[in-house]
């Protein structure tokens, strides 16, 4: 079912970009869980857009409000349900695309599924908007990973071929995470960011858009979480990033150029490091057979340029069967990439957390 | 449940590398469809080891047996059991392993998981061998698929540096996937074939092993299946695609090369070709929203190294926690990859035909 | 997880008796179908509060908001959440029960589960109140399920040791149940109708409460529906029922008095009726190894005593783990059963849609 | 799903009467547990046909082969498989069947769901054979409650109107299942169980079958176990008990009766017992809003006359379209009841297991 995810913490997420409010429904946290939901705000206000000159100048505030599931600030064991209003929505810029699918939009592949009858407003249910619900519920469980001495981070690490540098797989740690989100762009070196920035500016300049590629890590994990095969870490993690609109590919670990390399230079040889049983190296990205190997779980996830983009495009109108040009007007962004950074640090937290339940 | 995948049609796997068996259990075909076992067979052949001078010398027939759900060669409804034993197994190669986790293997992970009671006997239940219950029960999918017109084909990507040529995303067709199929190297250009093969042959020489990646394609398929946000197309097959062992990333459409992109570029205008609405790249690979495109979904996986590998690597003794040496025996595969060219084809049918049921 | 529902149409409920909100999530519904909302509201006034002399004289509107799924009065394919707010909650009668577990009530086994954290209030989301958000769903799958010619209907069979007359399980159909729905008092003998509404006066002039039986069908089902084993119509609808907190029991058909029979006695033959095969009696309640015959389903629930009584009972302190005398405060049901019955119906309503999608 | 059960113990049963064998993947069990498969074949030998001369005269070994999951006697993690080989089966005798459906058997129901293309012969799938891999994994579970405290045990409550004794439902412990188990007969009256007995071989010799109920307590359960609404212990417990063909109700603690009693009479007062809270009474059948209270869970099972009787009985030819006389033939069990009893206790186990891991 397409709005759920999650064993042990379930998560239901629903809404549409313009429908009256979106939200989320948490089930399966534990009683007696103090969250603290300003750090909850807080984090929602990483990926709410018009924060800065780089992203779309709608201002949503994506103030939630709990309608159940807390008690003086505390779980109860019912089920959180968080609910965001849907406020500055410009439903109009949308009333001529109906017949008309935006190029690498869901539009075409929605009319096809809904036979017409889906919420073209906004993207309806398959807005980014619906990002908004997953951080919210992210957020609540990187709380409670934190309690338990795990933590997630991400990084912007390409804004299209400008690329930062890299965790460290081996000794990542919650200070980088720290380090990371100080800092009004979300890179860990400075001086390529600044490049970076001028590659969102450019792609606006130009009525363009640009793809990018985020790094996370999570740290804390101790050996032996996960399960084999159809329910294995990189199963589970996978399946919530693509549930983040834009993300079109993963890669743990050493990835796409590990499949480049040979066994001897891929293999992460088991060393002692203060008693404690490492890996030299962490090419296997912290997953071994599905399961956490205790080193730090890192992947990059590929995001595509935003789809709406200002220059004029071929299309197809739905009603007369006609090609047609098409200029997407609305506000959007000119690069999905900074905001995507926090969804995708809550979609980790989320299949973290419902292992640990 | 790591051995449950499917939400209409359902597949169970069991077994590990040495037990008695392994086997499938598919559920929820419908009745009265006819299924060619022979033709299920030639496709588990595709997999199994010891078929050429490429792979493993041991010769593992992987001869199914079927105990339920068949009846005058017909499924009845009752669900698919197929049991393959396990004969040709050298468990004394493993003994001394107990103690010493194989680098970028599961040993160590599932050590961790299972309180050292895991079977380590030829990597347990995180073999490489409980693919086969999966091709198995992809190659009867496969089979439902054709009857509705739908085909899935795969072919290897690359080894090592050397590159096969791409799929072309807008035109491949099941002719392309039969040419593949009638190769003894399942690649489109036989002279990077033979480059491939040296890689794989100059790898095993050095008592090493190298990677690769896969790229598959599923064409026939109609617009508007599947679903946004946790259910969509990307995320189900990279969730079945993960289940294969070796697999550490996944790219759909232009995938990370996307990434780099200008929307601009990256976009795939609708156009009409034959009074039908297609369009004109696939950068998307076929997916929109987590939706079918109409356009064929196109995606390549990652596929490490072979960890086991002839040379000597560092580990830690499990036992006495000390650092060792280990040298791994048995008789392993220099190369995994043309190995999981049919596997990854049977996960990407497992997901669609889950869809369509 | 204790909040979600089904497999095709999937239900999700929030909140607590006392929460800000109680509310629904139902994904899964078609696209494009017409809900009419005044229906729903006259269904879910059925179960409110409030309505009668017999019942709590709490008044609660029930009134829902549709935050989601719904465009232009129509399914859009996205989840529909429907939120009713909490206002009539007098939070203050339950302060002193904290410490002090309500016989028969979930206060004991909720505190047990959740080390205290649980919310009191009016029971929490262990609250009969729960039902509310699952009529809302019922009533919205009712539509659906008329739209294919399926109607369900039930009635008071019960209340305490007074029988109404049964359903003809063979015959009965959509005018026996639209004639109980025009009645105020929910049964189909009005003459036992009014020996039961004395029961319920009896009952709480005594400061007491009294239990008693619904019967309920679904008919123009057509033969075929379901699955053996594990997900029989019997394991799904049982499954729902028990959702509705008091019910104790449910049994098919024949049920419990069947079990007393001889094969011969209860049998039901096949026999012809217009060039149509029925069975000529229905003691298996329309389901056949878990699969609808095509004859009515028919079931019945027992539900127990409301447990909130006026008299004094005993109860032991889980503060001073001494124990205690109570006399449970606030306004409550002398009898749950009327209320009860549109639950059970938009539990079978949404099973059957369920299986139907 | 029909063949899966459970979430966190993952039950997958396949098979048909007929097919060349039936069997039962257990998933979710934790590694390192030593199993005693000489009890899990004894307890699968209460179950099995051909024991007395009460039941059906085929002898069935159910003789089980693990082909998965266990290492040196013990669970390593990965999914136990067991198979059972159909050796006695005589197909001849239901050849003729096919096309006329047996009265109160699922055949006419699954024509319908599958065209015509289930599988006849037994019942199929099913068939009540099918429980046999139900009692393997209810046999595997009960040693792992048991290494917990906790014990399953169950009786024969009544055939036809006869009834025995019931567990007292406040003080029913071990030794009573003990007791039950040590007796050829299942009851904890002996004089009601020649009764009973009588009735079968009455109903025998009539060439009829009869009915009875069977009631299950499970002790030594502490309070805090299950969930609310729709995962309650009730909605679980219902779940798994209906797919053991022939159960048509079922009811926990007071249950039907309950639904006749005033609040006052039915509710269960808390009190002090060695310094230990239980209920004074038992009514809420140790299950309070879907969570264990601490006492015994109890509860009984309705279970249908067998419908397979040699007395010519209606039926319609499904080819024809006629009206025909049909005398069953094969050999059939009289009553059902006594062999259901450990598919209750097992169906049970893995309820409540799967809630404990």
Redesign the interface.
Known sequence: ?????G?NI?L?????SH?????A?V??L???IKIDFDRVAAFMARRAPGQSELSTPRKEADEF?????I?DG????????A?IENTNTRSGDYDKLRAL?R?????????????????I?GG???SGR?TAPLCFAGAVCIQILESMGVYVGAHIA?I??VEDDRFDPVSVCKADFDSILSKPFPVINDRQGEFMRKEIYD?RS?A??????VECAVVGL???????????M???I???I??I?A??????????E???????????????RD?K?V??TN???G????????MPVVFRC????????G?E????N?VS???EKLVVGGRHDPCIVPRAVPCIEAAAALVIADYLM
Chains 1, 2, 3, 4 share one sequence.
């Open positions: 079912m397409s709005c759920n995810f064993n379930k239901t997420v629903f809404g549409q429908s009256t409010a979106i939200g429904v089930d399966g534990p009683a007696g409000k709990i309608l159940s599931g008690v505390m779980t109860c064991g019912a089920p959180i349900c609910v699918p190029p690498s939009h869901s539009d075409y592949a929605a009319f096809m599924k809904h036979n017409g009858f889906n919420d407003r309806g249910n398959f619906m390409s299209g071929k792609a130009s363009d858009s640009v793809g990018g590629t101790k050996a032996g979480i996960g399960d084999p095969i159809f329910d294995g990189e199963n589970r996978s399946s919530a693509f549930g609109p993300v079109k590919g993963i890669e743990f670990g050493s990835g796409f590990g499949s480049k390399k040979r066994g001897s230079e891929n293999n992460d040889a088991f060393v002692l008693g049983i890996t030299e090419n296997h990205g997953i071994l057979g599905g399961i956490s190997s205790g590929a995001l595509k340029p935003t789809p709406s983009i220059k495009q071929n299309t197809v739905l069967g006609e090609e």
